[in-house]
């Protein structure tokens, strides 16, 4: 067990149709603690966010603070934020409905206040009454990360949160995520696009064929400096 | 425990306000069974003297159909890109997300018995129920174990690409008690001939509803594989 780790994956290893999408796996977050997590497709990035969320059945053990997440399923979950590539949210209701309906699941003491300040601080205050349906996919990562972030969770699993977003909501993300890292909130941030990741990451960890490769820490390096191995193998 | 009731009642209201936007499943589900009393009406002829005898077995069978079309379609709401699986994140039981959906499914048939009973009442020429507040307490416990039984199979069922055919073939055969005990109280209701045979199926009731209440919500979590 690595000291004062946040999460921890031990040897957790996810199957599915006979197949094995994440080979057994070891990895830690501290708090505060931001990773990014690079692959090709396919390569079960996805897969193990998700079976880190608990939302796969994975053999291994997933720990919190030190606990067996199966343990403590409940004070684990509050502690988590998780942005999919599905966005978790009811189209037919508008963007403040959605966050009221997860701020009073998760027991928040003033749900519409919660929801309204996460709707300003990803800047969509203005569309508090529109359904979510008419929103474009920029705006629903956006509401997606409020929704993530309603219940001020500790540690965040991130699905490719900046896809579909223009500059200035890309922008606005980034600097959130800056904020969040500098409460203390740890992340791990699945994307293909690191080398936006690369200034708010500690740690870029590289993924293949459902095992993971290496680490490598971001501190005094540019991104340009770095090639993650599956970008070689694809030009040469 | 306060926290759990809470998002049961979130989990619940959810869905009713999902269902104030468009009234889809309930103008599906009311107007369906309401069909059935005009279709039973003329294809039955039947008149006043045997109307109380047929009114319980029909209005059962229009609640089952009309039902099972409404939790099909309730339950597909969560399935639409996985978003039921933000309420699984939540850090709360998730036996709550199964009485949440099936207290919803409770009053979204309450609303269509509610309607039904008195059009079903004039298809059949009742001219009175004899103790009223047993054909609901009837209605009650028949609805309360097919809406408990119901949300767990449509919930099972409704990831499935043939929900709309699977879910009435696994559930209509486990609903047998239900439909039967049901529509015997109700009988009992509309006639007044209370027997030994009603306090029975009004104890059958009572065990079906509380262990397909309790069951279900104890394994939802591996039931559902979220």
Redesign the interface.
Known sequence: MSAGALLEALGLSVQAGGRTLVHPTHLALRPGQWKALVGPNGAGKTTLLKALATLVPYTGTVRYRGRDVREKPLAYRRALGVVLHEPLLYGELTALENLVFYARLYGLAAPRAAAREKLAAVGLEAYAHEPVSRFSRGMIQRLALARALLHRPELLLLDEPLSGIDARGEGLILNLFREAKERGIAALWVTHRWRRAWDVVDEVVEMQRGTLLGAVPTAGRRPEEWTPSFAEEARG | MK?YL??V???A??DA??ER??FETLIATASFALLLAVVFHFAFDIASAEGARFFPGALWTAILFAGTIGMARSAR?DE????G?????????RSALFLGKCLFHLALLAVVEAAAVPVFAAAFALRGMALPHLVILGLFLGTWGFAALGTLLAGATAGERATGLLLPVVLFPLLVPVILGGAAVVSAGVTGEVTAATGSWLRLLVVFDVLFTAVPALLYESLM??
């Not at chain 2, 639409?80 to 978003?83: F, I, Q, S």
């Not at chain 2, 699986?85 to 039981?93: F, S």
């Open positions: 926290a809470r998002a009642l979130a989990l209201a959810k306000l999902l936007k468009s709401v639409v890109e996985g978003r699986r933000g309420a699984a994140l939540a850090p709360v039981d594989e979220v």
